[in-house]
Structures are given as C-alpha cells and as structure tokens.
C-alpha cells in the first residue's frame, strides 16, 4: 500500500487524474472539493436520519457522488474508457425525480419559503443541499458535461425533499418564512 502522504500538497499542488500538475486553487479542484464535501456532509447526515428509506437513498448519492468527483478530476474524461461505477445517467436523474414526486405526495404543499431546520437529519440534510448548490455552481464554470450539472441541480431538490420528509417523520413542523 502507498503512503495515505506524497508530501506534494506541502506546495499546494496536485495532479488531476491525467497526471496534469495543478495549484489547489484551481477550479476544478475546488468543484470536486466541494462535492468531497457534500459526501461528508450527507455521510454526517446519514448518522442522525430516522428514515431507512431516506438513508438507503443517501447511500446511493454518495455513491454517485465518488463519480461526479472522479469526472471533475479527469479533464480528459471519457465515459467509453472508464469503469461503469464512474458514470451518471440520464436514467439516474429521472429515478430523482421519481423519488421527489413519491414524497412529495406525503408533504404538507409548500405555500410559502421554509427555513432550513428541524430534526437534526433534517437540518443537516438543508446543510448538505446548500453545499450540492454551491458545487453546481462552480461546475457551471468549469467545461464540465452538461449532465453533471443537470444530476446536481436535481440532487439539491432531492436534498431539500429528503430534509423535508425527515422531518415530517420525526415529528418537527416545518417553519414558513
């Protein structure tokens, strides 16, 4: 096993996944960085969701969110080159939407602007969809593929849902603004 230290980041460079050396500031880095990010902050979130179905939905993100990072990485991504576990699809955004609609039948209809809260699965799932729009925002700068912003913008409102049925389900009244 490599060392989990290269001691190349003491200058504040990496390599893209091409072997491209980079400053840590540069955009794409700073895209797959905030999607790092995300991961963290559904995997934080997953520790407090009550809901199985919920939490057996946000394991699959993170999943997908390996692979969103793994294309940002690679300037030079070709999805007929790389492993099938690196791809988002089309299909995946629709099964998003799928999910939405299915919650959304159990929701109170939203008449006015929530505030961000409630349960502590559900605060911090607000959280983590605040940091996927953040992400979608600088991938919109990047020559990223068009799908990988389409699967972000879904997920953020895949997010807020799943805050909203978290909770529904723990019992916490959501506040309009």
Not at 56 to 80: R, T
Not at 150 to 169: G, I, Q, W
Request: net charge positive; with cysteine; glycine share 6%.
């Amino acid at each position: 096993m490599p060392k989990i230290y290269t001691k190349r980041g003491d200058a504040g460079r990496t390599s893209l996944f091409d072997g491209t050396d980079v400053l840590k500031s540069e955009p794409r880095v700073d895209a797959y960085g905030d999607v790092d990010e995300l991961n963290a902050a559904l995997g934080a979130a997953r520790a407090f969701l009550e809901d199985k179905e919920v939490d057996a939905a946000i394991l699959g993100v993170q999943k997908d969110l390996f692979a969103v990072g793994a294309q940002l990485a690679d300037p030079k991504y070709d999805p007929a080159k790389r492993k099938e576990k690196t791809k988002i699809t089309e299909e995946r955004i629709v099964e998003f939407e799928r999910m939405i609609d299915r919650w959304e039948e159990k929701l109170p209809p939203l008449k006015n602007f929530i505030l961000p809260a409630g349960a502590k699965g559900g605060a911090l799932l607000h959280l983590a969809r605040t940091v996927c729009r953040r992400a979608e925002r600088k991938m919109v700068a990047l020559p990223a593929a068009p799908l990988l912003i389409k699967y972000m913008n879904r997920l953020s409102d895949l997010l807020f849902v799943m805050a909203r049925v978290e909770n529904l389900r723990g019992g916490e009244q959501q506040v309009d603004w």
